[in-house]
């Protein structure tokens, strides 16, 4: 995949504390115990960890398509789709023969249909479609039924429930001596009580050259269900030959108000980016790809505004990348600054295997707490696993599914230690979140006998509502 084509923006809006603002039954403190409020914080720091790795990993790659492997990056999904149907397509396409009584034929003419198992049991229909007349044919691709996964040992199964990818061609001659893709369409559905709903993306190929795609115009809109703080996502993207490109994304939410967040790259693999969130949080970065030396940086600072009780987060990121190797590698710090001018800061090291489509996160925070996280890309999810210790030294198993549109079903179960694990005693906390790609979720939170409520903005601000009670959360601590 292009350097220009790895880009999501995994951190651009943030809801404001007023939109915490509760009604009069609310009204009541909640009384929440000092360590479970670390345990519920510890689901938006881990995907924090995982959004920005991932941000870093899409402005500064520069890899071109080592892999068919899809990412968690937007742009980087829907090229990674271009080049894996075009692959099925050529696969097809010496044993296409156009029937002499197509020519006598109006309008749209099934060639095949096929259905088949894939490798991992999902259930697949392939199908091409021909309007002789016109000179245009469809290739299309659909999954309609998803087996379980496995991954690290453990069993997944996906909250999509149909992924379809299909691509129009023109072509001249009998024997499809000239063809040329003009438009890819991607449409995926999730189950209902899931918070993402469909992605559809419809993206127009501008410029194909040498059997490959260099320059595209695409729009995707993301539906969220009635439960999520977000009503849609609108994404544009403008890529060109000449490395000059745009993506904006537009967040539309359930209380009427949007924002917009665009990234901008350069012809000299650089890019920067800027955003203002809702609450007045702004935030500045810029980036260097590795394409032209195999050494890139990534730098991103978040200003609050007087009255929160963070002051700055500044990110940083070295980075250095092998492509022939398919190796990608990331030193990544991050420093909190609080109100009180108290210093939080982590460590983590990335390293992905881009043939593999495995990527790893060794994470140590200030305070002695660390982990290590796994992310494995599948076509149309990556699935992640891994543990955490805390620096009171409770063990926590986690897991999560990261979807296109970078929303994240994230789950994690936390024990007295990790003896009290691997013995399978049961859990003391078990948390179950989903991420709106903004940062924000909702969820709930299970201990000794309590479910509670929980929501959480971008900006580190949250909530656990039992019975009518709240309580305010900061989820850096």
């Known amino acids: ?43 938006y720091q881990v995907n924090q960890y995982v959004s920005t790795g991932d941000e870093i990993e899409q402005m500064t790659s520069g890899f071109n398509d080592p892999a068919p492997s899809t990412g968690m990056g937007f742009v980087q999904d829907q090229q990674g789709r271009i080049g894996q149907t075009l692959a099925a397509y050529n696969q097809i396409r010496p044993a296409l023969s156009m029937p002499n009584s197509l ?15 894939n490798e991992f049991g999902d259930k ?66 999730f189950k209902e009580d899931f918070a993402l ?64 967040n665009t990234i901008t790259f350069n012809t000299d693999n650089t890019g920067s980016f800027t955003r203002t969130l809702r609450n007045g949080v702004t935030v500045s970065g810029s980036f260097d790809q590795v394409e032209d030396d195999g050494v890139g940086s990534y730098e991103a600072t978040w200003t ?21 190797a398919g190796l990608f590698n990331a030193n990544f710090f991050e420093k909190i600054t609080f109100a009180t001018n108290e210093i939080d800061s982590s460590r983590i090291i990335i390293a992905k295997d881009f043939f593999q489509g495995v990527a790893t996160y060794d994470i140590t925070r200030r305070n002695g ?30 897991r999560a599914e990261y979807y296109s549109d970078r929303s994240a079903y994230l789950t994690y179960s936390v024990y007295e230690n990790q003896a009290a694990f691997e013995s399978g005693e049961d859990p003391l906390v078990v948390a179950e979140y989903n991420f709106d790609p903004d940062g924000g979720a909702t969820g709930t939170v299970t201990s000794a006998g309590k479910t509670y409520e929980v929501e959480l903005d971008e900006t580190g601000v949250g909530s656990m509502l039992l019975n009518g009670a709240r309580k305010a959360i900061n989820m850096y601590r």
């Open 1 to 43: 995949m292009r350097k220009w084509m790895f880009v999501f923006l995994a951190f651009v809006l943030a809801v404001s504390c007023q939109d915490n603002a509760t009604s009069s039954k609310d009204d009541k403190e909640l009384e929440v115990d000092a360590s479970l409020q670390d345990q519920v914080a510890l689901g």
């Open 369 to 398: 707490a660390h982990g290590k996280l796994t992310v494995q890309e599948l076509d149309e999810v990556s699935i992640m696993t891994g543990y955490w210790v805390t620096y009171d030294s409770f063990y926590v198993d986690i």
């Open 103 to 117: 020519f006598k034929v109006q309008g749209e003419v099934e060639i095949f249909q096929t259905d088949t198992t």
């Open 197 to 260: 709903q469909s992605v559809e993306t419809v993206l127009d190929i501008t410029s194909f050259v040498n059997e490959e795609v260099t320059a595209f115009t695409s729009k995707t809109i993301s539906i969220y269900g009635s439960d999520s703080r977000l009503d849609s996502t609108v994404v544009t993207a403008n890529f060109q030959v000449n490395g000059t490109s745009t993506l904006t994304q537009t967040f539309y939410f359930k209380d009427g108000t949007s924002r917009s």
């Open 124 to 189: 697949v229909r392939t199908a091409l479609l021909i309007d002789v007349v016109e000179g245009t044919m469809r290739f299309y691709i659909v999954t309609y039924e998803f087996a379980e996964r496995t991954f690290q040992g453990r069993n997944f199964q996906t909250n999509m429930v149909y992924d379809s990818t299909e691509i129009k061609f023109v072509f001249t001659g009998e024997d499809f001596e000239n063809v040329e893709p003009t438009q890819l369409y991607v449409l995926q559905r």
């Open 304 to 324: 609050f505004p007087a009255g929160n009780y963070l002051k700055s987060i500044f990110r940083t990121a070295a980075v250095t990348a092998d492509t022939l």
